[in-house]
């Protein structure tokens, strides 16, 4: 091989690497900003720990819990059993459904799935009164959200489907 070559390869490639280092260089990826979940308002104001009971219900099959210590268990139907994990991660769906809209009030409810609703939750607190009642209903348009209402405070709104999801797995699993 010749030298002259040789030197000419290895300055065109000492001339790349050089190039490539002074401007080929990526930006560092910035996180992905979102809508922090404190600027929508909980459905229910507070803290899973918070949560002293809960029956849920999807018109054929109701189960309540209730918390005994610092865990949750099914207390009816009696003899039923649900794995842990499920149970928490319904619990922590419950404590952290958000509302992102609110319908109009005076709309028939038929039109949302809520004349009967699809579930019936009823939450019980540490700080006793009344449970907290909401009823799921369908889907809305975009599948992304679902409408539910909450008697309590003659409301009509939108959350998220994972609220859906955790309940349905629950139901399903109840045995």
Same mark, same amino acid.
């Given at each position: 091989?010749?030298?002259?070559?040789?030197?000419?390869?290895?300055?065109?490639?000492?001339?790349?690497?050089?190039?490539?280092?002074?401007?080929?260089?990526?930006?560092?990826?910035?996180?992905?900003?979102?809508?922090?979940?404190?600027?929508?308002?909980?459905?229910?104001?507070?803290?899973?720990?918070?949560?002293?009971?809960?029956?849920?219900?999807?018109?054929?099959?109701?189960? *309540?819990? &209730?918390?005994?210590?610092? !865990?949750?268990? %099914?207390?009816?139907? @009696? =003899? +039923? *059993?649900? &794995?842990?994990?499920?149970? !928490?991660?319904? %619990?922590?769906?419950? @404590? =952290? +459904?958000?509302?992102?809209?609110?319908?109009?009030?005076?709309?028939?409810?038929?039109?949302? =799935?809520?004349?009967?609703?699809?579930?019936?939750?009823?939450?019980?607190?540490?700080?006793?009164?009344?449970?907290?009642?909401?009823?799921?209903?369908?889907?809305?348009?975009?599948?992304?959200?679902?409408?539910?209402?909450?008697?309590?405070?003659?409301?009509?709104?939108?959350?998220?489907?994972?609220?859906?999801?955790?309940?349905?797995?629950?139901?399903?699993?109840?045995?």
């Amino acid at each position: 091989m010749n030298w002259k070559r040789l030197a000419f390869w290895t300055v065109l490639a000492c001339g790349l690497c050089v190039y490539v280092l002074l401007f080929e260089r990526t930006e560092q990826q910035q996180p992905v900003t979102g809508m922090p979940a404190e600027t929508y308002a909980r459905v229910f104001p507070m803290e899973a720990s918070a949560i002293t009971g809960v029956l849920v219900s999807d018109g054929e099959k109701t189960v *309540r819990l &209730a918390r005994t210590g610092s !865990e949750m268990s %099914v207390v009816e139907p @009696a =003899g +039923a *059993r649900v &794995a842990p994990d499920i149970i !928490e991660s319904l %619990v922590n769906a419950i @404590a =952290g +459904a958000v509302v992102i809209d609110e319908i109009e009030p005076g709309a028939d409810d038929s039109q949302y =799935g809520l004349s009967p609703p699809a579930f019936t939750l009823q939450v019980q607190t540490n700080a006793g009164g009344e449970p907290a009642a909401l009823l799921v209903g369908a889907s809305a348009p975009s599948t992304v959200n679902m409408y539910a209402r909450l008697p309590q405070q003659n409301r009509t709104i939108l959350l998220g489907t994972y609220l859906r999801f955790s309940i349905r797995t629950f139901l399903d699993n109840v045995k």
